[in-house]
């Protein structure tokens, strides 16, 4: 059984309570305990969702942090939060529409279908690679490194203003930060004060996982840390991820600002080129997943990686290795990327990639590798004359140094995980690299000098005098917790949460729970005969 | 993205459809793409096919619905169908019969559909100047409108079901032979007959035009002859140059009860107006200045035209588009041995001269023996010292020149007839001084643009009856010549045109053999020099074609010295 969905089944009703609330609240956002009472489910008590927060600190669903001296803040990891939101809303289900009842448009029909962000990604490293990978004597990128990586990602501004997220260096548009983030957390990229290196290695072992490996793994990234600045997106995303891959799903029959939260989410995916979208006949708007996002165990396929056509087209399937891909990046024209991606060896190209160095002799060694056999000798002769009119100069570059790491294929299976970067490209509300992680609270201190009321305070019903009545009152205050009331003999649970004084002397108002009801009330003390103090059990995980 | 099944081929969401031919149902996969897709190029094991507009439009018009398009696709792709794909299907299929043009008992011309979209069209300023209100779901043309209403409605994406009819021409009483005027026996192929059938279509309102694809050496003259004969009418045909003219005749008058008397040649110094008429397309364009009206372009209102042929209409100039238009009464038949125009009009061919209506796949012709199977070589030779030192000083296209001229491609033409002794060939070349030479060396007549049409008449004859068994010609074999029996084809220089003109230089070896049929097409390239781009450039489209396509080194040593020989002859 699923570790996440264990742990939850094991929660108590109380935790199972207190992680609603705050997965609604907060989403994957830190937040302090006051900040979670705020929001407290009517009839429950904040000591009860304070235990509820222990409760789920012990259970590895949560944590807790401190930055500095200052306030303690709890937080769900990403992927946790993904995990939970499966088990905590397991009734909750898109709407599945059939596609006889979808309507096309030809405007529809003509816009450009993006690319999954993966083969963008791979697009951006071999732009990276072609610009040299240098730095300016600032440290900062080159712009027109930048502006070609941009332009390899496609990454439209306006569906990412939704995540709300900022680039660490202000003059460093958003895409390109989102690139260098996932590009160091993968550990392609290396960075070592002013200099950039790229381990080929990782790229590799990246690139040569199956499409759907690839790509399902940055749905999951981008669920947990990109979806994190918004609560009401970060709901959205983990809903959206639980739907089935190629069915056409609807939330319109969802609670409209979630909806809202929910189209948006899929608005963004499909311009990752993660999802589809139609129309129904009736004007609704609906989407699919065209990534599978179960478990793509399928280990990636061996060579032949591609087929090399003697008019030098060169066809690579996407769902297999990207290793052919990279480096066809780096010497021919890329025709068009889809189902397969299509390149063609050709004049430009091949004469450039001399002068970057890279020998005819080492791309025929790859093609004759990534094409399983000989190359045409009619093509083989067409790139000879071709690469003899580049400047015949050979030099190291950071692309010939690329090429040749790449046809080593010495990608390590078993490479270390990457270092974590000093500071992550993107500013990230869950970035807990200056927390220091707390353990969790003894749930004894929150109710602190719980020894120095009289047991019977908490033990049995009883009638108290006015003042005895306040003090009872106050304690509840303080510990957040409930008091049970005697109200015409019925006993009746009342969560105080503020004493009012008057001419009239003090009254205090709550939540009254009546019959199944909940309502805010105002009591003065002698609207009650008996009374309790209400010290919630706590549920050991 | 998703899982990947074990099918022939992989459509991609630009509509592209890659076929893998090595696959156990390719072939299968293959006849059913050609019945909603062209096919774009072959070279390898990977072919490319595209859904277009045009072909999904010439796929209705065949009787096919969007449902069984996607079910094809379904069937054989790879992955999940990208619902860009299937959206585009179902929209532009489902354009197709929305708009109907019928003609009206007052003669006028009725376009028919549904309200809504009559006044999406009205909103556009040139259809609504060619179109009056009528009443609900219908708008009214004058008959001189029909072409150019087609033509601007299939433009903006919807495609019209022509039914205004045609009006039958002036009578002729013509039939087709079954005993040639030579004395052979004659009669369509099954595949030819089918073409005609398809052309005529005589159970549907809307046959009766259309576009007739085969591959070179298919025999689209006799499939034209073929039409001619089963319409019994006047006919106007029109053909890309004089000798295709001669040739037309030649046919008409071996194949059909037609004499001297009906058939008139509107070419070059005649100017015969017959019942049959054969004219190029270069003396209607043809004006004095550019200012002057095109004067022969009256033909098409000489005669009472049952039927205009036009001869290899991937050519067809703007201005005989222009006039196509104001001729849709008329019936016409293009031929055609690929759609692809350099001009990007193929939607103009599909609007004004028809639709589709039958695509012979070459493979098919190769398969069932009607054309010769043909192996292409490129020969790479080194250009001598000598001659050397002068390319490198020379520039532009001098350069090309000296390149094309190497004195060592004499002695390997030399060779390559050795190799195919006894076979008819051909020695095809730019620069009249080479060919001079290569004709002295090898004593064979030079056919060039100076000759006389009588002389290259002769010249042809004989080299059809065997008596001349190597011919060498100049950029005049770039036209449609019938030469039946050549079976080796080698290019010495090439005037580096379309993708047409290589087309053409392979159909004059394809018509199938008695015998082993089997054909040789030689392109000789100095190597280290310009035209190796240029050749690379032959390859593609050839490849693209599907030919097999070899490269090799001529190893003989320079000119001069004994020995050498062919080195590395053989597959890739």
């Known amino acids: 059984m699923d570790e996440t969905r264990k742990r939850i089944e094991c929660l108590s009703p109380n935790g199972r309570q207190t992680l609603q609330s705050l997965m609604k609240q907060f989403g994957m956002l830190p937040f302090r305990d006051e900040q979670l009472l705020r929001h407290v489910h009517p009839g429950c008590s904040g000591a009860e969702y304070r235990l509820g927060l222990i409760e789920l600190e012990l259970a590895g669903l949560l944590k807790s942090y401190r930055k500095g001296w200052g306030d303690k803040v709890f937080m769900m990891p990403g992927a946790q939060f993904r995990r939970c939101w499966r088990e905590v809303y397991p009734t909750l289900h898109p709407i599945a529409v059939d596609e006889s009842t979808l309507q096309f448009s030809l405007d529809a029909i003509e816009e450009e279908s993006p690319l999954p962000l993966g083969e963008r990604l791979m697009h951006g490293v071999a732009e990276l690679v072609n610009c040299g990978l240098a730095q300016t004597s600032k440290g900062s990128w080159p712009k027109r490194t930048i502006e070609k990586v941009v332009r390899a990602l496609a990454m439209k501004e306006y569906d990412l203003a939704q995540l709300k997220l900022a680039a660490r260096e202000p003059s460093c548009p958003l895409p390109y930060a989102l690139f260098l983030d996932f590009a160091l957390h993968e550990g392609w990229l290396v960075l070592e004060g002013r200099d950039c290196r790229l381990e080929t290695r990782r790229l590799l072992s990246w690139l040569n996982q199956t499409q759907a490996k690839r790509e399902s793994a940055l749905v999951a990234f981008w669920t947990d840390q990109y979806a994190a600045a918004v609560p009401s997106l970060a709901n959205a995303a983990a809903f959206v991820f639980g739907w089935p891959a190629l069915q056409w799903c609807s939330p319109a029959h969802l609670e409209e600002r979630f909806a809202m939260a929910i189209f948006d989410w899929c608005r963004l995916m499909t311009s990752l080129g993660w999802m589809e979208k139609a129309v129904t006949l009736g004007g609704q708007h609906v989407y699919r997943w065209v990534v599978d996002l179960g478990e793509a165990t399928s280990d990636s396929a061996g060579p032949p990686y591609a087929q090399i056509a003697p008019d030098g087209d060169v066809f690579v399937p996407r769902e297999g290795p990207q290793y052919a891909a990279f480096g066809l990046e780096l010497i021919a024209r890329r025709v068009s990327s889809d189902v397969v991606g299509v390149y063609r060896l050709e004049a430009d190209p091949l004469r450039k990639a001399a002068e970057s160095g890279i020998s005819g002799e080492r791309i025929f060694t790859f093609l004759n590798q990534i094409n399983g056999e000989a190359v045409p000798l009619a093509l083989v002769m067409a790139i000879e004359g071709w690469m003899s009119e580049g400047s015949g100069e050979m030099r190291e570059t950071a692309k010939s140094r690329t090429f040749d790491a790449l046809l080593s294929k010495n990608e390590n299976k078993e490479c270390p995980a990457p270092a974590a970067p000093e500071d992550r490209p993107v500013v990230l509300p869950h970035d807990t690299k200056e927390m220091t992680e707390l353990r969790p609270s003894d749930p004894a201190a929150l109710f602190q000098g719980l020894d120095s009321v009289p047991v019977t305070w908490r033990s049995q019903m009883r009638q108290y005098h006015p003042s005895t009545r306040r003090e009872l009152v106050e304690r509840a205050l303080i510990w957040r917790t409930a008091v049970k009331l005697n109200i015409r003999g019925q006993a009746v649970p009342f969560i105080p949460d503020k004493l009012v004084e008057d001419e009239e002397g003090w009254r205090v108002t709550g939540d009254l729970s009546l019959d199944g009801q909940v309502e805010r009330t105002l009591l003065a003390p002698h609207m009650w005969d008996e009374m309790m103090l209400v010290i919630p059990e706590f549920t050991k995980y | ?572």
């Open chain 2, 1 to 572: 993205m998703l899982k990947r099944e074990d099918r022939p081929f992989i459509v991609q969401s630009d509509s592209t459809v890659l076929l893998d031919e090595r696959h156990r149902d390719a072939e299968a996969a293959r006849q059913s793409l050609s019945r909603f897709a062209d096919l774009t190029k072959r070279p390898g094991h990977v072919h490319t096919y595209r859904i277009t507009p045009l072909s999904l439009w010439n796929a209705a018009v065949a009787g096919m619905s969007a449902d069984e398009v996607i079910g094809e696709l379904g069937r054989y792709n790879c992955y999940e169908l990208p619902q860009k794909v299937t959206s585009h299907i179902r929209t532009l299929m489902g354009r197709y019969g929305q708009l109907k043009l019928i003609r009206g008992e007052d003669g006028l011309l009725r376009l028919r559909g549904e309200e809504k979209l009559m006044e999406q069209l009205m909103a556009i300023p040139y259809l609504a100047g060619m179109l009056n209100e009528s009443g609900d779901g219908e708008r009214i043309a004058s008959p001189e409108m029909r072409g150019a209403l087609k033509q601007e409605l299939t433009r903006i994406g919807y495609p019209v079901i022509d039914l205004a009819g045609y009006r039958h021409g002036e009578s002729l009483n013509v039939q087709m032979r079954e005993v040639t005027r030579g004395g052979k026996a004659f009669g369509l192929r099954d595949y030819q007959k089918r073409a005609v059938d398809m052309f005529y279509c005589e159970e549907r309102m809307d046959g009766g035009s259309g576009v007739l694809v085969l591959p070179c050496g298919a025999g689209k003259t006799l499939i034209g002859i073929g039409a001619l004969s089963r319409l019994h009418c006047d006919t106007l045909i029109l053909t890309s140059n004089v000798t295709s003219v001669k040739q037309w005749r030649q046919e008409l008058l071996d194949k059909t009860t037609l004499g001297d008397e009906h058939i008139g040649e509107y070419a070059g110094k005649a100017k015969e107006v017959k019942p049959v008429t054969i004219a190029t397309y270069q003396i209607l364009t043809h004006r004095k200045q550019k200012t002057d009206e095109f004067e022969h372009m009256r033909l098409f209102n000489e005669r009472n035209w049952g039927l205009i042929i036009y001869d290899e209409v991937h050519l067809l100039p703007a201005p005989v588009f222009r006039m196509t238009a104001d001729l849709q009464a008329t019936r016409r038949l293009g031929l055609t041995a690929t759609l692809v125009r350099e001009d990007g009009r193929e939607t103009d061919v599909f609007s004004l001269i028809g639709p589709k209506r039958y695509d012979m796949p070459w493979k098919a012709l190769e398969e069932q023996r009607w054309i010769a199977e043909v192996t292409c070589s490129e020969i790479r030779l080194p250009l001598p010292d000598g001659e050397r030192s002068t390319y490198e000083e020379a520039a532009g296209v001098e350069k090309l020149r000296i390149a094309a001229e190497n004195k060592a491609k004499t002695e390997a033409v030399s060779r390559l007839l050795e190799r195919h002794r006894g076979k008819p060939a051909l020695v095809i070349g730019q620069y009249l001084r080479q060919l001079h030479e290569i004709g002295e060396r090898l004593n064979a007549p030079v056919l060039s643009g100076e000759l006389p049409h009588a002389e290259r008449e002769r010249l042809y004859a004989g080299f059809k009856s065997g008596d001349i068994p190597v011919l060498v010609v100049s950029k005049v074999a770039n036209f449609a010549v019938d030469l039946p029996d050549a079976a080796v084809a080698i290019q010495v220089s090439g005037s580096y045109g379309s993708r047409q003109e290589e087309a053409q230089r392979i159909g004059r070896i394809l018509r199938p053999k008695t015998g082993e049929n089997a054909a040789w097409f030689y392109t000789l390239v100095t190597d280290g020099t310009k035209e190796t781009q240029f050749a690379r450039r032959r390859q593609l489209f050839l490849l693209e074609q599907g030919y097999q396509y070899e490269v090799t080194k001529w190893e003989k040593p320079l000119l001069g010295t004994a020995g050498g020989e062919l080195e590395g002859m053989g597959a890739n």
